[in-house]
């Protein structure tokens, strides 16, 4: 017998007692819709991102055109399920792309949320997420990464650009 196997043979004979589940940590109860927004737009620019709120005469298509100016051959539009304040996040499903790759080729992202979906903490995100998701991202801000000089990068491993719009519509 190798010593992994040894190894592993001794983990699934040892008997481990389940962990007990989590306790649901309350939502705020005090907290609007528009100060959760607030904190969410803050958040993301802090992380590099861009949020805006779509106003309801405004027709998207505009809008979007005037983010991304003449060239949108490199951006990529997707819908969010729902925001996260705490941390400037945006739930993306899979079932909601044409193809799960499309998040990370986008040199431009815009991902639309509906307005008043948004939720205060992690914890109440996790609750919101579909029991039958088969995948599922938190996006916020744009992909960055730094080597150890120091050089951050943007868009090594994602897009370069991440806009959030909150839809009236």
Same mark, same amino acid.
């Given at each position: 017998?190798?010593?992994?196997?040894? /190894?592993?043979?001794? /983990? *699934?004979?040892?008997?481990?007692?389940?962990? !007990?589940?989590?306790?649901?940590?309350?939502?705020?109860?005090? /907290?609007?819709?528009? =100060?959760? +927004?607030?904190?969410?737009?803050?958040?993301?620019?802090?992380?590099?991102? %861009?949020?805006?709120?779509?106003?309801?005469?405004? !027709?998207?298509? #505009?809008?979007?055109?005037?983010?991304?100016?003449?060239?949108? =051959? %490199?951006? &990529?539009?997707? +819908?969010? *399920?729902?925001? @996260? #304040?705490?941390?400037?996040? @945006?739930?993306?499903?899979?079932?909601?792309?044409?193809?799960? $790759?499309? /998040?990370?080729?986008?040199?431009?992202? @815009? @991902?639309?949320?509906?307005?008043?979906?948004?939720?205060?903490?992690?914890?109440?995100?996790? *609750?919101? &997420? !579909?029991?039958?998701?088969?995948?599922?991202?938190?996006? =916020?801000? !744009?992909?960055? $990464?730094?080597?150890?000089? %120091?050089?951050?990068?943007?868009?090594? %491993?994602?897009?370069? $650009?991440?806009?959030?719009?909150?839809? *009236?519509?």
């Amino acid at each position: 017998m190798s010593a992994r196997d040894a /190894i592993l043979s001794a /983990i *699934r004979a040892a008997a481990v007692p389940a962990a !007990p589940p989590a306790s649901l940590v309350p939502a705020p109860a005090h /907290i609007n819709a528009d =100060s959760l +927004r607030n904190t969410f737009l803050r958040v993301l620019s802090e992380v590099g991102g %861009q949020g805006i709120i779509h106003s309801a005469g405004q !027709p998207m298509q #505009a809008l979007l055109a005037e983010l991304l100016g003449g060239d949108q =051959s %490199q951006a &990529m539009v997707i +819908r969010g *399920r729902f925001a @996260v #304040a705490e941390n400037g996040a @945006v739930y993306v499903d899979a079932a909601d792309l044409a193809a799960r $790759t499309d /998040i990370v080729r986008a040199e431009h992202l @815009v @991902v639309i949320v509906p307005f008043d979906a948004i939720v205060p903490t992690m914890h109440e995100a996790m *609750r919101r &997420m !579909p029991a039958e998701s088969t995948c599922g991202w938190f996006l =916020s801000g !744009p992909s960055k $990464t730094a080597d150890i000089e %120091q050089s951050l990068v943007f868009g090594a %491993q994602g897009s370069r $650009t991440h806009r959030v719009i909150f839809d *009236r519509g």
